[in-house]
């Protein structure tokens, strides 16, 4: 049985890298493996990870820099070929940069870095980051971000909610999406969202910092267990 | 011809801009009651040898699409001189 190689990118100023690589080899029948963003050959991997961090400092726009790296002409194809990628804060924000996901993120509404906790929605367990999770379900995974504020104009609202391409949002403890449970100001508490064809999904929320008890939550293991399952089903 | 681009980038009118909103109440704290809001943006110095103001102009505007700016959130704007 093959297992799944989980690729994940490191870019000058990822800082989550190895967070993502520890989860991943915890997981059954998965193994990962780091890439430089200077590499351009992704053939050892069946799935794409673009990690948390600061990549470039941050510097001119989140992700603004890191989108042009050597690596990320290769990251664009994996993705229009329908393969995995996932982009974990900062990589959200490099997917949103690079226009693999819509929208863009923006300073926190209050001007702080946030670094806490938060409850989180599953808006869409139909696809292979989010199928080991119930429809609903309210989850905690931390998020740590000073840039996780989603916008994007009405007519691209209007089409992530037609596509069920919103993923994530954030909820309080009963799961309703309120202003209070917004941490960041985000559009319509937005939190993580899909492609189209939903092979590609960014997330302001850690789930590899929720994915071992001793860590307060593990309840980010399940995104990386239902990327294990839709490998096996794929493979078998 | 050496050319000087200024670039300003800002955020799209339709976007809040809450660092320009924080320092507008922060004027207010000192009294700058005619002050009616604040927006921030960015401002970028590019030199640029091209052989005529229109070649500079469209390089720095492709630029200012490509990475310079962010459409989704961003406006810019080029002013270019010789030098």
């Known amino acids: 049985m093959s297992k799944l190689r989980f690729g994940i990118i490191v ?19 998965a193994e990962a ?10 053939r050892q991997s069946d799935m794409i990870i673009l990690p948390g961090g600061f990549s470039y400092g941050d510097y001119l726009r989140t992700g603004a820099i890191a989108r042009f790296s050597p690596v990320m002409r290769e990251v664009t194809k994996f993705a229009n070929d329908g393969r995995p990628v996932l982009g974990i804060c900062n990589g959200f924000q490099i997917l949103c940069e690079a226009g693999l996901l819509d929208g863009a993120l923006m300073r926190n509404a209050n ?36 840039e996780g ?3 994007a104009d009405p007519d691209t609202l209007t089409r992530l909610k037609d ?30 969202i899909c492609n ?41 | 011809m050496p050319f000087k681009a200024k670039v300003r980038v800002t955020l799209r009118k339709s976007i809040l801009d809450v660092q320009g909103k ?14 009616e809001s604040v927006r921030i943006g960015k401002y970028m ?12 102009r469209a390089a720095v505007e492709d630029a200012c699409k490509k990475l310079l700016s962010n459409p989704v959130m961003e406006d810019y704007h080029i002013d270019l001189e010789e030098i």
């Open chain 1, 11 to 29: 870019f000058p100023g990822s800082n989550c890298d190895h967070d993502a690589e520890a989860v991943c080899n915890a997981l059954p029948n």
């Open chain 1, 33 to 42: 493996h780091l890439i430089w963003h200077k590499e351009t050959d992704l």
């Open chain 1, 111 to 146: 001007r702080k870095f946030i670094c806490k906790f938060v409850t989180l929605k599953v808006k869409n367990n139909e696809t292979i980051f989010t199928s080991e999770y119930e429809k609903n379900a309210v989850v905690r995974i931390p998020i740590a971000h000073g």
């Open chain 1, 149 to 151: 504020n989603f916008v």
């Open chain 1, 163 to 192: 596509n069920g391409q919103i993923v994530f949002t954030y909820c309080d403890a009963h799961g309703n999406e309120t202003p209070d449970s917004n941490p960041n100001g985000s559009l319509e508490n937005i939190a993580g």
């Open chain 1, 196 to 236: 189209k064809s939903k092979n590609v999904m960014g997330l302001m929320p850690h789930p590899e910092r929720a994915a071992e008890a001793l860590l307060g939550s593990c309840d980010g293991k399940k995104l990386f267990l239902s990327l294990v399952r839709s490998f096996m089903l794929q493979t078998h």
């Open chain 2, 22 to 35: 924080a320092v507008h109440h922060a004027l207010e704290n000192l009294g700058y009651e005619s002050i």
């Open chain 2, 45 to 56: 110095e590019l030199d640029v040898a091209e052989s005529s103001a229109e070649k500079a």
